[in-house]
């Protein structure tokens, strides 16, 4: 792609930045400073709000260029991805987002420890929370990195880094200045432009096809050079056994990970009550579900309008399926319509990614400084202000993921992703199940359950192909390579749950029942909710 | 004495006043006087309006399930009127009521969902069977996904509105009515 695009795409992505920094000045002119002000955003947010900021914070760039470049190279296969995305919420909706809302403060440990003895508990939990956080974090920046190539061309190294940089850079500054009141509103805005985006888009390719999806399919798969098999499951994950099993880990980890992340989780606190976290969930089903719909229909336009050969010639991994899309529908590379489309597109990403980011950080920096911080303080020495330690925190996870962005800024953003799902899913979901849902669960149990998911799901990536043993990996040269799956979701979910329950049975101490009475009754009733 | 309780058992299913932001008066903490009670700042308030997925307000609401709070005589700690409520008929009624929806949609999303992806990759001749034009089993099944998604979403929050809001709104009330006196005016 030639360089001429760059100036309009970064002047969209600098009027993006202006604004959304004006926000969070905005937002922090009166703040209190207080912990409910920095994690919850004075828990003031209306459902609908939060549902778009639940929407932006879940609709990263690995859906929006990711997803529709693989449906643009592969066909369906992508969509098999975006249902597992989508689906992952009625998991939110029926089991966490108003039991967490009624039982928690702030973070996931804050559930956990209002039943089992608190200090061990919040370490292990906060641990997990902090290692997802950066998995995730590490993924956006690395996908922040390749999109600047991508865009603008500048293969460079250098061009790269500076972005990981630029973009780290921010997000602490929007984190640590603004707090989770600014972050909303920055996940607001960008959810907002982005869907925005994709309707103009995809009405503009509806119009060109004269609004005939069965021709827009055709076209589609008749450019793909796959006819038919374009339009069924198994161009990319088909194969051998090991690579469709390694679909099904996947797709198990996309629907059971979403219920743990922790910036997820934290969104559910900015609303006052169960129900309007509740409401917001519904609000971000449907705009998820759109937008998701929405670039399925993107996908085969880019491969029936520009071609899997011309995607594939521009990015091998299919990235820049939408811009290219984007450009062909405002009239073609040379005209003022194509470049300022091609750069709206460009523009979006970027502010796509800058509020991921920024959202993750926020939940990471709450972990610490709420979780692993007043845990493992050494007694005696003087308490700091909560807040303070948080937005260091925010400096210090900024700071973490800048480095490990340009340190493995050539491992596959869709394997990250994937992986930090899988954490999630084997670490997080268990102990949450668990704490909410049974009775007879302890302390040992939930400390187990945390880490008997997140030690083998780290473990087995440790050993599978990613790592060594084939030339795609990361270290090609040496092979300890004893576990086949890319992905450790099948294996590693039900471990998690396994050392739940081996912990619970052979712990000495039993359950409180008092305290598991108080976690039952506020989670269906609110009653003690903050 | 009109509180919050009374209010809600009175049966008009009519739009509540739609209190959508929280007002830092948790009814709890209002406390002593009537004047702070007969208020509705109670956030819980904005329950009763209903909110886009939730279109229809047709359906009456479920029969009010019984109090708390005359099973719940003689508590002498917090933690005591916890266990209470949680043994109370009317608790018990919430919690069946949460999980008769909560796990049979459990069941019907996460087998429909596991069975597409294992399908898709285990029968693939199967799923490239044609249907109409370019659609074929496949693109019907990946709707499918989306379309059940919407509908238990739109099905749960209509749920959760009708059949348990209330109930659980008056067991909030109780329980907070019984523990009040015991944390003596800290809350």
């Known amino acids: ?530 | 004495m009109r509180s919050n309780h009374d209010r809600s058992r009175g049966g008009g299913d009519g739009p509540e006043s739609s209190v959508e932001k929280y007002q830092g008066c948790d009814p709890a903490s209002t406390g002593a006087g009537a004047a702070g009670r007969a208020e509705y700042d109670d956030p819980w308030y904005d329950a009763l309006a209903s909110g886009w997925g939730e279109l229809d307000g047709t359906g009456a609401p479920a029969p009010v399930v019984p109090s708390a709070r005359r099973e719940g005589e003689g508590a002498d700690r917090v933690a005591d009127v916890y266990l209470q409520v949680q043994r109370s008929a009317a608790f018990r009624e919430v919690r069946s009521r949460y999980r008769r929806f909560v796990v049979p949609g459990l069941v019907i999303f996460f087998t429909w969902y596991v069975g597409y992806v294992v399908t898709a990759q285990a029968a693939p001749g199967l799923m490239e069977r044609p249907v109409a034009g370019a659609v074929n089993v496949a693109m019907l099944a990946g709707l499918g996904q989306f379309l059940t998604t919407f509908l238990l979403t739109w099905a749960y929050a209509r749920h959760a509105r009708l059949r348990r809001d209330r109930a659980a709104l008056d067991l909030r009330w109780d329980t907070q009515e019984l523990t009040r006196p015991l944390r003596g005016g800290e809350r």
């Not at chain 1, 920046?141 to 940089?165: I, N, Y």
């Open chain 1, 1 to 530: 792609m030639s360089g001429h695009h760059q100036m309009p795409a970064l002047l969209l992505f600098g009027v993006f930045v202006a604004i959304t920094l004006a926000i969070t000045t905005w937002v922090s002119r009166d703040r209190h400073g207080s912990a409910e002000e920095f994690y919850a955003g004075g828990r003031l947010f209306s459902p609908m709000e939060n549902g778009f900021a639940i929407a932006g914070d879940y609709m990263s760039a690995a859906s929006f260029l990711g997803v529709t470049g693989l449906i643009a190279l592969f066909g369906y296969d992508g969509i098999l991805y975006v249902v597992g995305f989508l689906v992952a919420w009625l998991v939110v909706l029926f089991f966490v987002a108003e039991l967490v809302r009624n039982c928690g403060r702030f973070t996931l440990a804050d559930v956990v420890a209002a039943r089992m003895s608190e200090r061990r508990v919040r370490i292990a939990v906060g641990t997990s929370s902090v290692t997802v956080s950066v998995l995730y974090l590490v993924a956006q920046m690395v996908g922040a990195g390749s999109l600047v190539a991508l865009l603008f061309g500048g293969t460079s190294t250098a061009a790269r880094a500076w972005t990981v940089v630029v973009v780290g850079a921010l997000m602490v500054i929007y984190v640590a200045l603004g707090g989770m009141r600014a972050t909303t509103w920055i996940q607001i805005v960008k959810a907002v432009l982005l869907l925005g985006g994709t309707v103009a888009l995809t009405a503009a390719l509806l119009v060109r096809f004269h609004g005939d999806v069965d021709a827009l399919l055709r076209t589609a798969a008749g450019r793909s050079g796959h006819g038919d098999a374009f339009l069924a499951p198994g161009l990319k994950y088909g194969g051998d056994w090991t690579a469709r099993i390694d679909f099904v880990s996947l797709g198990l980890a996309l629907v059971l990970g979403t219920a743990g992340l922790p910036h997820i989780l934290s969104r559910f606190y900015t609303v006052p009550t169960a129900r309007a976290a509740r409401r917001s969930v519904v609000w971000s089903v449907w705009l998820i579900g759109g937008f998701y719909l929405m670039t399925i229909a993107l996908g085969f336009g880019a491969a029936a309008v520009v071609g899997p050969d011309a995607v594939r010639a521009s990015n091998e991994a299919g990235n820049t399926a939408v811009p290219l899309l984007a450009q062909r529908l405002g009239g073609g590379a040379d005209t003022t319509g194509g470049t300022v489309l091609f750069a709206m597109v460009a523009a979006i990403a970027f502010a796509t990614i800058l509020a991921v980011v920024a959202g993750i950080t926020l939940a990471a920096s709450a972990a610490v400084a709420h979780d692993l911080y007043p845990s493992l303080r050494r007694r005696g020495r003087k308490a700091r202000s909560e807040v303070g330690v948080a937005r260091a925190a925010a400096v210090g996870v900024g700071v973490v993921a800048i480095a490990l962005g340009l340190l493995v800024r050539d491992l596959n953003v869709a394997f990250l992703v994937g992986l930090a799902f899988a954490v999630s899913a084997s670490a997080n979901l268990p102990v949450l199940v668990y704490t909410l849902f049974w009775r007879g669960f302890t302390t040992r149990g939930a400390v187990w359950a945390v880490y008997g998911g997140l030690v083998p799901a780290l473990g087995l990536v440790l050993l599978s192909p990613v790592v060594s043993g084939s030339p795609g990996s990361l270290f090609p040269a040496v092979d300890f390579q004893y576990f086949p799956l890319q992905n450790p979701g099948l294996v590693s979910v039900p471990l998690g749950f396994l050392a739940g329950w081996l912990g619970t049975v052979t712990s000495s101490e039993g359950p409180d029942e008092t305290k598991y009475a108080e976690t039952e009754v506020r989670s269906l009733t609110g009653a003690g909710a903050v």
